[in-house]
């Protein structure tokens, strides 16, 4: 079967660093997405990776290992406002994304 | 509007009630998708409609009926639901479904209640 993991929840201090990791079973691969949901809000777009290696985009950054079956998305700098859940999500041969159960961060001043 | 907008935002319906769950993007994308979203589980992909085409409908309940007109707008019918479909429907938009890199652009959801 088709499989996401991630951790159910990470409590981090604000302007610290935090890494959420995610490994994947899948049948097929199309890419990696990494999506924020805040509380009672829909999911949104962070990023995309298909080839192995760090994407930077700010603050974030995303990271891929294919042969391992594994990512990390990486928050630096972390303010209140990052407290959120962080969804992994991996396309697979057939188009369809599989979805992870989220990752919960939580903020402490 | 802009982005992907949903409504209505809360719903409480009986067992036997019919209900229809609306979902339009002003993103001009071709594909739309409706998701099942349950506290601590992953979400559940539905339906999946690609140039008004149905392409995926994952084991869902008769119950649950899409419909797609155009490819703007996406209706999710809805009648003698169970207490367990309680949830927080998604409904989300995408440049095509089957380009890979196309990520998904998500409403703000339909909180259902079955009672």
């Known amino acids: 079967g088709q499989n996401i993991d991630q951790p159910t929840e990470m409590t981090a201090t604000e302007g610290a660093i935090v890494q959420i990791n995610c490994t994947y079973q899948?049948?097929?691969?199309?890419?990696l997405f990494w999506y924020q949901q805040h509380a009672g809000e829909a999911p949104t777009f962070l990023s995309y990776?298909?080839l192995d290696g760090l994407e930077e985009k700010g603050r974030f950054s995303s990271f891929l290992s294919r042969s391992k079956g594994y990512s990390y998305l990486l928050l630096k700098e972390l303010q209140m406002k990052d407290s959120a859940s962080y969804l992994c999500?991996?396309?697979?041969?057939?188009?369809?994304?599989?979805w992870g159960a989220g990752t919960k961060l939580i903020i402490k001043p | 509007e802009t982005g992907v907008t949903q409504t209505p935002r809360h719903l409480v319906m009986g067992m036997t009630n019919k209900k229809s769950l609306k979902c339009e993007q002003h993103?001009?994308?071709?594909?739309m998708y409706w998701y099942k979203q349950s506290a601590k589980k992953p979400l559940e992909l539905m339906f999946v409609?690609?140039?008004?085409?149905?392409?995926e409908n994952n084991s869902v309940p008769s119950r649950f009926s899409p419909e797609c007109p155009n490819s703007s707008h996406l209706f999710l019918h809805l009648h003698t639901l169970q207490p367990e479909d309680s949830a927080l429907y998604l409904c989300?938009?995408?440049?095509?479904?089957?380009?890979?890199?196309?990520?998904?652009?998500f409403g703000p959801g339909t909180r259902l209640t079955v009672t």
């Open positions: 409609y690609n140039f008004k085409e149905q392409t």
């Open positions: 989300a938009s995408s440049q095509d479904s089957e380009v890979v890199a196309s990520e998904q652009y």
């Open positions: 990776n298909v």
């Open positions: 993103l001009g994308h071709n594909a």
């Open positions: 899948t049948s097929g691969f199309n890419g």
């Open positions: 999500a991996v396309k697979d041969s057939n188009y369809q994304l599989i």
